[in-house]
């Protein structure tokens, strides 16, 4: 049986992951990193969705990093208007956290030296490129690469949702069982989902073309596109 | 003038490679992580040399990577042995942090991000590559190429010692003004450095072979080869 890490964030798309390469054999070590995200409610959905499918699951609190060292971004810093509107609006950029993938990415390759595993997934996804630099294909190799050669005992990156689109997940995780219930998507942190946020309306876009209810509630009614 | 960062452990390799740049026309800021190393000590010498040459200092407390991340090392664990003897030799390899310089540079880049730094320096040197995997050059390239692909605005990762060994810096530093006494080599944290681990080891055979005497004090004599 083949240990892997995942990063762990919440969303529905590491969650589906999660179902995904669990039902493919893997013995799964679940990490999350609280990064001070204005939205690190989504790690307590992290540790929900781990409990249900007995992984072990450790959360890191790198919060230091949020209020020291990536300060540039609306979803860090919580004096910052965190844009409405659409997923793909240029305003979005401003929740870009400066280089938060390759961290991830880092941290969780030293995690999988550490206890052995050989292989890292992650849940980057095609709809992510137009906004994050650090979810297109061409960053992924690039990660896989240099991953592969940061250790003698080499570490595989796995990313295989960047071909797939938001809704192409939801249909997958309805196939493998996923309760989406147990997810979180709002950059936003309050009680329910806000539904007004990039991240809502992607995440309603992504079911409405699934055909497929959002078990979520949300503060507003679903964005009608 | 060009800001950029460099990542500053105190030691000799980027001391010496901080006044380089600075003699470069840079405007330097220099970034250091614990990462509960057990030569802390070494972050010290960083914060003295930074204050002597004006160079903002940013130290970022990530102790908690080495207590519950990054556990598999004899750098990080203090109840490990930590080996004696040549720095070359297969047991120094227990002393490497499971993808700390991954780390490191991609918390350098969200750093250099967040303050618009087009530059990221990092002082990995030839005579690290037989230890240390990710001070390879295949690494660090294939880093370089996942730098510039993980922002819009692109950071290039700049590595300028990967053909020097230690006794080439150490005439560089010489010819730079480098004040050594200012820097802290030793992998144990000890008050005087101990000259018998293999990082000692490394730094008096680097000063012999470039005809230079090292200030620091050792506890044992200087080890003859």
Not at 9 to 14: L, P, R, T, V, W
Not at 44 to 58: D, Q, S
Not at 199 to 220: G, H
Request: glycine share 8%; with cysteine; aromatic share 8%.
């Amino acid at each position: 049986m083949e240990k892997a890490v995942i990063i762990a964030s919440g969303g529905m798309d590491s969650t589906t992951l999660l179902y995904d390469i669990l039902q493919q054999g893997y013995v799964v070590h679940a990490l999350s990193i609280n990064y001070n995200q204005r939205h690190v409610k989504e790690l307590e959905f992290a540790r929900l969705t781990c409990g249900r499918l007995n992984v072990p699951h450790k959360v890191v609190d790198l919060s230091v990093l949020g209020e020291e060292l990536l300060f540039a971004s609306a979803l860090t810093v919580k004096d910052r208007a965190l844009p409405e509107g659409d997923y793909n609006a240029e305003n979005m950029k401003l929740t870009v956290v400066p280089n938060r993938n390759m961290i991830l990415l880092s941290l969780a390759v030293g995690y999988a030296i550490s206890i052995g595993a050989k292989k890292v997934f992650y849940g980057a996804h095609s709809g992510d490129h137009a906004i994050y630099p650090d979810c297109r294909r061409e960053f992924v190799e690039a990660m896989r690469r240099a991953i592969i050669l940061a250790d003698w005992k080499s570490v595989e990156l796995e990313a295989p949702y960047l071909g797939l689109d938001k809704a192409d997940i939801a249909v997958k995780g309805k196939e493998l069982g996923v309760d989406y219930a147990l997810t979180w998507t709002c950059y936003n942190g309050a009680e329910k989902a806000c539904g007004k946020c990039g991240a809502c309306r992607e995440r309603q876009e992504a079911f409405r073309k699934a055909k497929m209810i959002d078990p979520l509630e949300y503060e507003t009614a679903i964005h009608k596109i």
